[in-house]
């Protein structure tokens, strides 16, 4: 579970510093704000949802920085070693920093609503709590303890594979990840990619445009579609495509932790 960091680093320095935002608002009162009607909408229709401007370009920038300190860390993964493709990643280690453990806790409870929603429709019997205290405290208990936000980095040619974040029995189908560089000037091509797999029909293809500090909130695994005969279930796969030029980071808060 989140703690207090011991000890001091530049990760604590970014925990104060972008505890709010420069306009004086916190990060929950941001992610409050966000057109929620909107987002739960284009959920249900495309899978994937946009929240521009949640980090600004200094919370962006401080965030990128912290790719450097491994004691922050628990594991990096070098994406062309597993054949995942090409770039690589940092998951974070327990206590987070406090703008990712907040922005965990603040999205959670406004996207419950469509998860339970989602299960019910797919005849899922799984609920999931109020809170994602309780949440990560079901993943816990089944030993799904490891801290799965992290922190992602690539260089030009770098991709990501199409892909599923499931790390346990324990599955929070939506999750969300925001652009911390420039497009068109920290880097070129690396566009957000989600792939749509539907019964017996050819798969659809969604890429996210993105500005710096925008959020792509989308689903993890699988979702509902109503059809002419019922509803149904689609397959999602998401992905990176390949970086022209630059240099590309993005954080990736993912609401359930792993084995």
């Given at each position: 579970?989140?703690?207090?960091?011991?000890?001091?680093?530049?990760?604590?320095?970014?925990?104060?510093?972008?505890?709010?935002?420069?306009?004086?608002?916190?990060?929950?009162?941001?992610?409050?704000?966000?057109?929620?009607?909107?987002?739960?909408?284009?959920?249900?229709?495309?899978?994937?949802?946009?929240?521009?401007?949640?980090?600004?370009?200094?919370?962006?920038?401080?965030?990128?920085?912290?790719?450097?300190?491994?004691?922050?860390?628990?594991?990096?993964?070098?994406?062309?070693?597993?054949?995942?493709?090409?770039?690589?990643?940092?998951?974070?280690?327990?206590?987070?920093?406090?703008?990712?453990?907040?922005?965990?806790?603040?999205?959670?409870?406004?996207?419950?609503?469509?998860?339970?929603?989602?299960?019910?429709?797919?005849?899922?019997?799984?609920?999931?709590?109020?809170?994602?205290?309780?949440?990560?405290?079901?993943?816990?208990?089944?030993?799904?303890?490891?801290?799965?936000?992290?922190?992602?980095?690539?260089?030009?040619?770098?991709?990501?594979?199409?892909?599923?974040?499931?790390?346990?029995?324990?599955?929070?189908?939506?999750?969300?990840?925001?652009?911390?560089?420039?497009?068109?000037?920290?880097?070129?091509?690396?566009?957000?990619?989600?792939?749509?797999?539907?019964?017996?029909?050819?798969?659809?293809?969604?890429?996210?445009?993105?500005?710096?500090?925008?959020?792509v909130i989308f689903t993890v695994?699988?979702?509902?579609?109503?059809?002419?005969?019922?509803?149904?279930?689609?397959?999602?796969?998401?992905?990176?495509?390949?970086?022209?030029?630059?240099?590309?980071?993005?954080?990736?808060?993912?609401?359930?932790?792993?084995?």
């Amino acid at each position: 579970m989140q703690g207090t960091r011991r000890g001091a680093s530049a990760a604590d320095d970014v925990a104060v510093d972008v505890a709010a935002h420069a306009s004086g608002r916190p990060i929950g009162a941001r992610v409050a704000s966000l057109d929620w009607p909107r987002i739960e909408d284009e959920l249900d229709n495309f899978g994937c949802a946009t929240a521009a401007g949640l980090l600004d370009p200094q919370e962006c920038d401080r965030l990128a920085q912290l790719y450097t300190q491994d004691d922050i860390f628990r594991s990096r993964v070098v994406m062309e070693r597993h054949g995942f493709g090409r770039g690589e990643y940092k998951y974070f280690a327990y206590p987070l920093p406090d703008i990712i453990g907040t922005l965990r806790g603040a999205l959670y409870p406004h996207l419950v609503s469509v998860a339970n929603r989602w299960n019910k429709a797919l005849r899922i019997d799984v609920r999931y709590p109020s809170s994602h205290r309780e949440f990560i405290k079901r993943c816990h208990d089944a030993r799904q303890t490891r801290p799965t936000p992290l922190l992602l980095q690539y260089e030009a040619g770098d991709y990501n594979c199409l892909h599923q974040d499931l790390y346990g029995e324990h599955v929070f189908p939506i999750q969300v990840a925001i652009l911390l560089s420039e497009p068109g000037k920290d880097f070129t091509g690396g566009e957000f990619v989600m792939t749509e797999q539907r019964p017996r029909m050819q798969s659809r293809a969604e890429v996210v445009p993105l500005n710096k500090g925008d959020a792509v909130i989308f689903t993890v695994n699988s979702r509902p579609v109503q059809g002419t005969r019922g509803i149904y279930r689609v397959n999602l796969r998401h992905g990176v495509s390949r970086l022209r030029a630059g240099h590309r980071h993005t954080v990736g808060v993912i609401f359930h932790d792993a084995l």
